[in-house]
T-cell receptor, first 110, second 114 residues
Framework: TQLLEQSPQFLSIQEGENLTVYCNSS?????LQWYRQEPGEGPVLLVT?????EVKKLKRLTFQFGDARKDSSLHITAAQPGDTGLYLC??????????FGTGTSLTVIP | DSGVTQTPKHLITATGQRVTLRCSPR?????VYWYQQSLDQGLQFLIQ???????AKGNILERFSAQQFPDLHSELNLSSLELGDSALYFC?????????????FGSGTRLTVV
């Protein structure tokens, strides 16, 4: 049983479209991270959020941590083929041990 | 190059055998984490070390053990291997052990048990 459920599991969109990936749990997290993983490589950290309601923007990516610190979303504006990859959310309840979500596999078609 | 080095990159071994996976953390990072990634289970947290001491345990089997040495490199030992242990094993490091420290992952070791 995964602590964090992500949706959708798979997403295929055209270049230029917007998309949102969701990360949900019944548990409260002290911090939450988002990663992107490409085939054959380890996940690469995109962002860490620690405050309920926090919103962080990185260029075309917007991350939001839910007010109750149980959920998060990742919104990508004007997706590009370089955004293709597996997106993983990860939450920590205490300390710095992160439990990873089920993942969303994104394909952006040129 | 993330700065976290894992060796070997690939490992093929038979059931019942024992293997050791090695990880060198990014320079300056004191905390090391081991994860197992399989298609059906996703990324599963195994164990964390901080400055040589075990800090947290996750879903690590009793057949598996790990340690962090004084030079901060870490080893994950997997024994009595079963077919189901076939997976990608990742090591990650972070500066500290408190919340909010981001992980830097290595490229992983792909273990195939035949």
């Amino acid at each position: 049983t995964q602590l964090l459920e992500q949706s959708p599991q798979f997403l295929s969109i055209q270049e230029g479209e917007n998309l949102t990936v969701y990360c949900n749990s019944s548990s409260v997290f002290s911090s939450l991270q988002w990663y992107r993983q490409e085939p054959g490589e380890g996940p690469v950290l995109l962002v860490t959020v620690v405050t309920g309601g926090e919103v962080k923007k990185l260029k075309r990516l917007t991350f939001q941590f839910g007010d109750a610190r149980k959920d998060s979303s990742l919104h990508i504006t004007a997706a590009q083929p370089g955004d293709t990859g597996l997106y993983l959310c990860a939450g920590a309840r205490t300390g710095n041990q992160f439990y990873f979500g089920t993942g969303t596999s994104l394909t952006v078609i040129p | 190059d993330s700065g976290v080095t894992q060796t070997p990159k690939h490992l093929i071994t038979a059931t019942g055998q024992r293997v050791t996976l090695r990880c060198s953390p990014r320079s300056g990072d004191l905390s090391v984490y081991w994860y197992q990634q399989s298609l059906d289970q996703g990324l599963q947290f195994l164990i964390q070390y901080y400055n040589g001491e075990e800090r947290a345990k996750g879903n690590i089997l009793e057949r598996f053990s790990a340690q962090q040495f004084p030079d901060l490199h870490s080893e994950l030992n997997l024994s009595s291997l079963e077919l189901g242990d076939s997976a990608l094993y990742f090591c990650a490091s972070s500066l500290g052990s408190q919340r909010g420290y981001g992980y830097t992952f290595g490229s992983g070791t792909r273990l195939t048990v035949v």
